[in-house]
Each structure stands twice: as structure tokens, then as C-alpha cells.
């Protein structure tokens, strides 16, 4: 494990959802967390990001985060050494998703960006049992933290991007496209066609997980991450 390691997280989160990762690989390898709240389109934050990154690096996007890895591989593939995409989507966002996120907007905008937070990220999407009510609470805070500004251009961001299907098949690098049993958001069924789409992907599927694996089961998250970071640049 050489090349450094660079973390994008999901839509209204930040370094805390990969704090058991950052702590697990930080003996062993440089670790960062780079930021997605540069711009409201993903080709302007994946622009925004090159200018910041390390000339090589392994990247590992939740969420929205593994829309803008896509973005970033697309326009830097001899950048990006290895690619994880976890619980994330590489379509374009349908006409009727775009619409349901202008009332959500308007809620972030009034002041209600925790009610908003409960629509975006309900108990559903994440694995039953009694992690789901700190993990939940985690994600409010983070979206607290970062505010209503960034929910804002994140909306637009999200609404606005491109289908990247393209992008996954041109992959060469080591891939692992990463999701939990229960994530509602982005299902299991989405990611085994991502997997298909990229040339040698590995696809792993985190049991008692749902759209956050990295909080609801750290180590098993972890464990496959370091899997994937151990593979050779030379693909079979």
C-alpha cells in the first residue's frame, strides 16, 4: 500500500462517516478526506478536487462522493490507481427524482434542513437493529454541521448529473464496487450491474449494512477495503 488514499464522502456528510476506516488504514497508509461541496455541478467539483489531490491516488467514493469518483476517474484515469464506488449510483438522475428535491430545497432553505435530513435519509435505508438510531444521528449532525448552503448546491449538483455508465466500463484499474444488504437508496440489484460494467470489478455486499456500511458495519467495510487496496495494479 503505497499511493495514498483519498476518501469522498456522501451528500451532507463528512470525515465521520469513514472515521473507523481513516483510523484502521492510518497505520499503514496516507489518508485523506477530500471535500464535495466545491460547486453545484460534479464536473465543477471534480475539478475543484484534481487541483487538490495528490498526482496518484486510490479512490474510495460513497454516495454522492462515488458519483464525483466517477467524475474524477473519467477526466484524470491516470490519476486514480484504484477506484471503490460504495452504496452510490452511476445514472443520470431522472426527471421525476430532480422535481421531488426542489420542495426539499425549499424546506433547507426555510430552516428545516433536519426535517429534510429525515426525508433524504430515512430509517429504511439502513439495516434494522439498534446501531440505526446513533448512526442516524450521526448523519444529522454532519449535514447540521455542514448546513443548508451546501444542501443546496449538493441538490443541484446531484440533479444535474451525467449518466456515467461510459466511465465504468473504461475502468482498468483495481475496482471494488461496495454496497450494504439493506440499502433501500441504492440497492444491491444496482451494484451487481455496476460490477458487471466495469472490466474485473470485485462486488461486496455487507450483511447487516444498508446505506451507510462504513458506520452500521465498520469492520466488515473495512475488511474489503483493505482487500481491495491489496490487489495488484496488474489485472488479471
Known amino acids: 500500500m ?20 481513516m483510523t484502521a488504514f492510518s497505520g499503514s497508509t496516507a489518508v485523506m478526506v477530500a471535500p464535495i461541496t466545491l460547486g453545484e455541478r460534479i464536473e465543477e467539483i471534480g475539478s475543484a478536487l484534481l ?5 496518484k491516488f486510490a479512490l474510495a467514493g460513497h454516495g454522492m462522493g462515488g458519483i464525483v469518483a466517477m467524475e474524477l476517474v473519467r477526466r484524470a484515469p491516470d490519476r486514480v490507481t484504484r477506484i471503490a464506488l ?13 422535481a421531488a428535491r ?20 430515512p430509517p429504511s435505508c439502513l439495516a434494522p437493529g439498534p446501531q440505526r438510531v446513533e448512526v442516524l444521528n450521526t448523519v444529522a449532525q ?19 448529473r451525467r449518466d456515467q455508465q461510459p466511465t465504468l466500463r473504461r475502468i482498468k484499474v483495481p475496482a471494488l464496487v461496495l454496497c ?28 447487516g449494512a444498508g446505506h451507510l456500511p462504513t458506520l452500521e458495519a465498520p469492520q466488515a ?12 495494479y496488474v489485472l488479471r
Open 2 to 21: 503505497t499511493e495514498p488514499l483519498v476518501f469522498l464522502p456522501g451528500m451532507m456528510c463528512d470525515a465521520r462517516l469513514f472515521a473507523p476506516q
Open 142 to 160: 454532519m449535514a447540521l454541521d455542514l448546513g443548508p448552503d451546501i444542501y443546496v448546491r449538493q441538490s443541484r449538483a446531484m440533479q444535474r
Open 221 to 232: 467495510t473495512t475488511e474489503a477495503l483493505f482487500a481491495w487496496m491489496k490487489q495488484p
Open 102 to 121: 426542489e420542495p426539499l430545497i425549499i424546506g433547507a432553505k426555510a430552516g428545516r434542513l433536519g426535517e429534510v435530513m429525515r426525508e433524504d435519509v
Open 86 to 98: 460504495m452504496d452510490t449510483n452511476p445514472l443520470a438522475e431522472v426527471p421525476q427524482v430532480a
Open 180 to 207: 450494504g444488504q439493506y440499502d433501500a437508496l441504492n440497492p444491491v440489484k444496482r451494484h451487481s450491474f455496476m460490477a458487471e460494467m466495469i472490466p474485473h470489478a470485485d462486488l461486496a455486499v455487507i450483511d
Open 51 to 55: 487541483s487538490l489531490l495528490p498526482a
